[in-house]
């Protein structure tokens, strides 16, 4: 391997410090986030005690709703409002997927847009697209983004290639990465010459959720890889293993630097929650946002 290794446990740490030392200094109420988990996914159920232990460790409120998977769109939307009413809580994360019954657009876009944590909210969606500086941004590609910075380089004038175009993920991350005057392309399921247009990228951030897709000839020397993808695969030993979109070996000794999976873009996802949380509770108290939160 000869590319820098992009070390997203410890970025995530290092925001995950700095939001609980600013969390202690609070006299007053903490910032409070309410998760909403409906059903029995596994993976989901994970993610929900992952995000409760890092909310509760930076000393903010964690407020969990967990609802039987035959939960009704009414009494599902009525928890929403409650919770949009809550003085106690700045964030409301409605874990996705939701099950087949439940329309997950209109359960998002229930939720008050300035407790919106996931910035999943079509008011959110809008702001970011247009470039306004109060949109909430979601978790993932804003974790993307802080990884870069960090790295850095300069990213005005840069290619950016970004693979997948979900609303979660791959367009926010587009328009995020416009925002700092890169070059964007958005690739997905039906565009041609795919690896060759990966190539010309100086960063690449593949989020396709295909295992190990982006092999080292699409990758750039030098480039920047942000591996989003979290794949399970079964080991030829029958073990379930994790690994990102993009094949780390021959991908490493190709870029410049590259996020690992596990341990690059997923434990970023988790801090740019709580710092999202954070901005929602200065924004609501009127309490003072550090320069780092903005
Ligand atoms: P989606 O399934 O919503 O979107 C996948 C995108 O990839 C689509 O735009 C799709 O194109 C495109 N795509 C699929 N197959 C190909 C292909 N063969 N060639 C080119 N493009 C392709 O996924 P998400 O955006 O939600 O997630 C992407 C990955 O990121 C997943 O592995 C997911 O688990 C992971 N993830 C990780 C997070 C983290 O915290 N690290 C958080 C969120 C997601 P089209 O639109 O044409 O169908």
């Given at each position: 391997?000869?590319?820098?290794l992009?070390?997203?446990?410890?970025?995530?740490g290092?925001?995950?410090?700095?939001?609980g030392?600013?969390?202690?200094?609070?006299?007053?109420r903490?910032?409070g986030?309410a998760?909403v988990?409906?059903?029995?996914?596994?993976?989901?159920?994970?993610?929900v005690?992952?995000?409760?232990?890092?909310?509760?460790e930076?000393?903010?409120?964690?407020?969990e709703?967990?609802l039987?998977?035959?939960?009704?769109?009414?009494d599902l939307?009525g928890?929403v409002?409650?919770?949009n009413?809550?003085?106690?809580i700045?964030g409301i994360?409605v874990q996705l997927?939701?099950?087949?019954?439940?329309n997950?657009d209109?359960?998002?876009d229930?939720?008050d847009?300035?407790k919106?944590?996931d910035g999943?909210?079509i008011i959110?969606a809008?702001?970011?697209?247009?470039?306004?500086?109060?949109?909430l941004v979601p978790c993932t590609p804003?974790?993307?983004?802080v990884?870069l910075?960090?790295l850095?380089h300069k990213?005005?004038?840069?290619?950016a290639?970004?693979?997948g175009?979900?609303?979660?993920?791959g367009?926010?991350?587009?328009?995020?990465?416009?925002?700092?005057?890169?070059?964007v392309?958005?690739?997905?399921?039906?565009?041609?010459?795919?690896a060759e247009?990966?190539?010309?990228?100086?960063?690449?951030?593949?989020?396709v959720?295909?295992p190990e897709m982006v092999?080292g000839n699409?990758?750039?020397?030098?480039a920047t890889?942000i591996?989003?993808?979290i794949?399970?695969?079964?080991?030829?030993?029958?073990?379930?293993k994790?690994v990102?979109?993009?094949?780390f070996?021959s991908?490493?000794?190709?870029?410049?630097?590259?996020?690992p999976?596990?341990g690059g873009v997923g434990?970023?996802?988790i801090?740019?929650?709580?710092?999202?949380?954070?901005?929602?509770f200065c924004?609501?108290?009127?309490v003072?946002t550090?320069?780092w939160?903005?």
């Amino acid at each position: 391997m000869s590319a820098k290794l992009i070390d997203g446990k410890a970025s995530a740490g290092r925001v995950r410090g700095r939001i609980g030392d600013f969390v202690a200094t609070l006299s007053g109420r903490k910032p409070g986030l309410a998760v909403v988990l409906v059903g029995q996914d596994p993976a989901s159920q994970v993610y929900v005690r992952n995000k409760k232990r890092a909310v509760e460790e930076a000393g903010m409120l964690s407020r969990e709703h967990q609802l039987p998977e035959n939960t009704s769109e009414k009494d599902l939307l009525g928890l929403v409002q409650q919770l949009n009413a809550d003085p106690a809580i700045d964030g409301i994360l409605v874990q996705l997927p939701l099950p087949e019954h439940l329309n997950a657009d209109l359960v998002i876009d229930t939720i008050d847009p300035s407790k919106d944590v996931d910035g999943f909210h079509i008011i959110n969606a809008g702001k970011i697209a247009v470039g306004d500086p109060s949109a909430l941004v979601p978790c993932t590609p804003y974790g993307c983004l802080v990884m870069l910075n960090e790295l850095g380089h300069k990213l005005a004038g840069q290619d950016a290639v970004v693979m997948g175009r979900s609303n979660i993920v791959g367009k926010p991350m587009a328009s995020l990465l416009l925002s700092q005057s890169c070059t964007v392309t958005i690739v997905h399921s039906r565009t041609k010459n795919l690896a060759e247009t990966c190539r010309r990228a100086d960063i690449l951030v593949a989020a396709v959720g295909r295992p190990e897709m982006v092999i080292g000839n699409w990758v750039k020397p030098g480039a920047t890889v942000i591996d989003v993808g979290i794949n399970r695969i079964e080991t030829p030993e029958g073990k379930t293993k994790l690994v990102g979109d993009v094949h780390f070996e021959s991908a490493s000794k190709v870029a410049g630097a590259i996020t690992p999976v596990p341990g690059g873009v997923g434990p970023m996802t988790i801090a740019m929650l709580l710092q999202n949380t954070l901005r929602t509770f200065c924004l609501r108290e009127g309490v003072a946002t550090p320069d780092w939160l903005i």
